[in-house]
């Protein structure tokens, strides 16, 4: 924490980034000012980004004079004035509260926080200060080293040794494509021309990704150190940051770190008395996940319709207003500071041979631990999901994870131990992207999964290219057409086609990438498809068009489930026996052996539990041998060949009843 607090008073820290205020972090800050007022404690209240534990908020950690800061996860208004009476005025830190310590040792039976399995495998770098400091002061910023990669940047450091030295550490852009940060910034700077301009992209549009946002709520600053140095490097003196509308909070600390910085000579004319000038302007977007690319993003900056343009030539030969432009991300900017102030050797010591340092991911979807993770590149998809994430929630199976966002593959459980690399992802058949990373565990049906995000990208589209517009359409009505129970055989095949034809032929990289989890599904879980079609069944019980209810087509037997839940809910037991009799003629049998996969399809048990189906069926079935209620039997006459069962069990008896129905003549033996 910052030094400038006084050391001799309470420190209580809350987690505001977007993902706490969205658990309800405003009303325990509302609950902490009262209840300090009401005690008439002076303490200083802090508001940080997040940490990562995003599966924990709210957070709110105590620092006593004198003791560790402790953090204590999942907080409610009501659990404030407990923290307060029993350890800001006692002395009981309450242990069964608390996450963990933020300090490299235990404390009182609490864990130190690198001990925890979700920060054990992280090395962060990046996020080295989201949740250490207040994202609106400056000086938390400047006392955690600070401006200091600018300042040498600026004093001792050349444009041309800066490039050399992001070249020398390996950083690729971690925006998706990874392209090698020092040679693009290199292009830029050799480019004829005195005006040069610098585009941070914060345009992240990715469902279920939040890295960038994260970043610069959390510590908006070291996003400007890294463009000012990046500005200087190429020789540019007006910056842009293009965010997204939707982003309100990081829009708003933005706007304050800028004009701190200004004020303090990090921003504006002359900075650090070393005569380079550079401002930043912040651009909103509308949220067109097209404005991602960067042609198209120029275009919006103009003011133009957001939509790409063939290249070359490329934006670091001309791009906004025809000038050379560097663009890059909110995640490979903020590596830059730290490769100026400990070296490009100090940057490349972890990570792989061709993918050097840290990413930063978001890793959400069916996992206990979701949140913002930051591991060295190269890392095993399995430590990210099951040793940071903790696994499947709900301890459930896992199925595929998908990388990449919408643009990017899905990934079976086969390749769990596939590193997280550039190179390693692609060949996989998905990308590295922004850093989306979303879980799924067997109720996940990998073709809505294709479908789901193609009907992203497809309503994303620009419309300017054929094989985009059209294609990603024709692509979407086959998988619509697949989950509804209407696919034919030769979808599949079309499905190939069409997705190559996308693939090679779009104008710019949405296009390009659309197909990737079309592609990635059908390699990996080419047997969903085929059960979709040929059987008309859906295995995750997930494409409600092609069933009336999930436990009726969970049933191996096919029972209208729901139907007999009512009639027994009525009181109408006959009727219901009957309805289960007319699939399981051995209803009672049913009732005890059945696995019961219903059950766990059951609607309800999202909610609480599920219905217990298998003891209805049971009981009603019981109650008709008690009564001595016999099955109703169909009185008609052989027509067909005399068949022959061997086995006289439950499967065996049902096998029989079904062809004598049929018009067989059976003899079980």
């Known amino acids: 924490?910052?030094?400038?607090?006084?050391?001799?008073?309470?420190?209580?820290?809350?987690?505001?980034?977007?993902?706490?205020?969205?658990?309800?972090?405003?009303?325990?800050?509302?609950?902490?000012?009262?209840?300090?007022?009401?005690?008439?404690?002076?303490?200083?209240?802090?508001?940080?980004?997040?940490i990562g534990m995003c599966f924990n908020e709210p957070l709110l950690d105590i620092v006593k004079p004198g003791c560790p800061r402790i953090s204590y996860g999942n907080v409610t208004p009501e659990m404030v004035s407990e923290l307060i009476d029993d350890y800001v005025l006692g002395d009981n830190p309450r242990p069964d509260l608390a996450v963990a310590v933020i300090e490299d040792e235990p404390f009182a039976g609490i864990p130190a926080w690198k001990s925890l399995p979700f920060f054990k495998y992280q090395h962060r770098r990046v996020l080295r200060n989201c949740g250490f400091v207040d994202p609106e002061m400056i000086e938390d910023y400047i006392i955690r080293d600070g401006y200091q990669a600018l300042a040498k940047a600026l004093s001792q450091m050349s444009p041309e040794e800066i490039i050399g030295e992001v070249k020398k550490s390996g950083l690729r852009g971690r925006g998706g494509?990874?392209?090698?940060?020092?040679?693009?910034?290199?292009?830029?700077?050799?480019?004829p021309g005195d005006v040069k301009y610098l585009i941070c992209n914060f345009d992240e549009g990715d469902p279920g990704a939040f890295m960038n946002r994260s970043e610069v709520e959390g510590d908006p600053h070291q996003l400007l150190e890294g463009m000012a140095i990046a500005a200087y490097a190429i020789g540019a003196h007006q910056g842009f940051i293009y965010g997204r509308a939707e982003y309100p909070l990081a829009i708003q600390r933005l706007r304050k770190a800028i004009a701190q910085a200004e004020a303090l000579g990090f921003l504006g004319d002359d900075i650090l008395g070393s005569g380079f000038s550079f401002r930043i302007t912040i651009k909103e977007g509308a949220g067109a996940f097209v404005c991602g690319e960067?042609?198209?993003?120029?275009?919006?900056?103009?003011?133009?319709?957001?939509?790409?343009?063939?290249r070359p030539p490329f934006p670091a030969q001309s791009g906004l207003w025809g000038k050379?432009?560097?663009?890059?991300?909110?995640?490979?900017?903020?590596?830059?500071?730290?490769?100026?102030?400990?070296?490009?050797?100090?940057?490349?010591?972890?990570?792989t041979e061709k993918s050097k340092g840290t990413k930063v991911f978001s890793l959400v979807g069916k996992v206990a631990r979701s949140g913002l993770v930051e591991v060295p590149m190269g890392t095993p998809l399995h430590t990210i999901i099951f040793d940071i994430g903790g696994g499947i929630a709900g301890g459930k199976k896992f199925k595929a994870v998908?990388?990449?966002?919408?643009?990017?593959?899905?990934?079976?459980?086969?390749?769990?131990?596939?590193?997280?690399?550039?190179?390693?992802?692609t060949q996989a058949g998905s990308i590295m992207g922004s850093g989306g990373m979303v879980v799924m565990d067997e109720d996940t049906c990998m073709v809505d999964i294709a479908r789901f995000f193609l009907s992203f990208t497809q309503a994303e589209s620009c419309g300017k290219c054929v094989p985009c517009r059209l294609g990603t359409k024709r692509?979407?009505?086959?998988?619509?057409?697949?989950?509804?129970?209407?696919?034919?055989?030769?979808d599949i095949d079309l499905l190939l086609e069409l997705a190559e034809t996308v693939k090679v032929a779009s104008l710019c990289g949405l296009g390009q990438t659309a197909p990737n989890p079309v592609l990635s599904t059908i390699k990996y879980f080419r047997d969903e498809y085929e059960t979709h079609i040929k059987l008309k069944q859906c295995p995750a019980v997930a494409c409600s068009g092609m069933f009336p209810s999930r436990c009726q087509h969970a049933c191996p037997a096919g029972l209208d489930v729901p139907r007999y839940?009512?009639?027994?809910?009525?009181?109408?037991?006959?009727?219901?026996?009957?309805?289960i009799r007319e699939r399981v003629p051995l209803a009672a049998v049913c009732g005890y052996v059945c696995s019961h996969p219903c059950e766990f399809k059951c609607r309800r048990g999202d909610l609480d539990t599920p219905i217990a189906i298998r003891?209805?069926?049971?009981?009603?079935?019981?109650?008709?041998?008690?009564?001595?209620?016999?099955?109703?039997?169909?009185?008609?006459?052989?027509?067909?060949?005399?068949?022959?069962?061997?086995?006289?069990?439950?499967?065996?008896?049902?096998?029989?009843?079904?062809?004598?129905?049929?018009?067989?003549?059976?003899?079980?033996?």
Not at 177 to 191: D, R
Not at 403 to 424: I, K, M, N, R
Not at 565 to 579: C, H, N, Q, S, Y
């Open 1 to 50: 924490m910052s030094a400038a607090r006084p050391a001799d008073r309470t420190r209580i820290i809350i987690g505001l980034g977007t993902c706490g205020i969205a658990a309800g972090g405003k009303g325990v800050l509302k609950a902490l000012h009262e209840k300090l007022a009401q005690e008439s404690i002076e303490a200083d209240v802090i508001q940080v980004g997040c």
């Open 324 to 351: 050379p432009t560097l663009i890059n991300n909110v995640g490979t900017l903020s590596n830059v500071p730290l490769i100026i102030l400990k070296g490009a050797d100090w940057f490349a010591q972890i990570g």
């Open 615 to 669: 003891i209805l069926k049971r009981f009603v079935a019981d109650l008709a041998i008690q009564e001595g209620v016999p099955p109703s039997v169909r009185e008609d006459k052989p027509t067909l060949d005399k068949v022959a069962v061997v086995g006289s069990g439950p499967a065996g008896l049902s096998a029989a009843f079904f062809l004598a129905r049929t018009g067989y003549q059976v003899t079980v033996f």
């Open 294 to 310: 960067e042609t198209a993003l120029m275009a919006s900056i103009e003011g133009r319709r957001g939509m790409p343009r063939p």
């Open 177 to 191: 494509a990874g392209f090698p940060t020092g040679l693009k910034w290199q292009f830029c700077h050799q480019a």
């Open 475 to 490: 692509m979407l009505e086959t998988l619509e057409r697949i989950t509804r129970g209407e696919g034919q055989e030769e």
């Open 565 to 579: 839940v009512r009639l027994i809910a009525g009181g109408k037991f006959r009727e219901a026996v009957d309805l």
């Open 402 to 425: 998908q990388t990449g966002g919408p643009s990017g593959g899905c990934l079976p459980a086969s390749l769990l131990d596939l590193p997280v690399d550039y190179e390693s992802l």
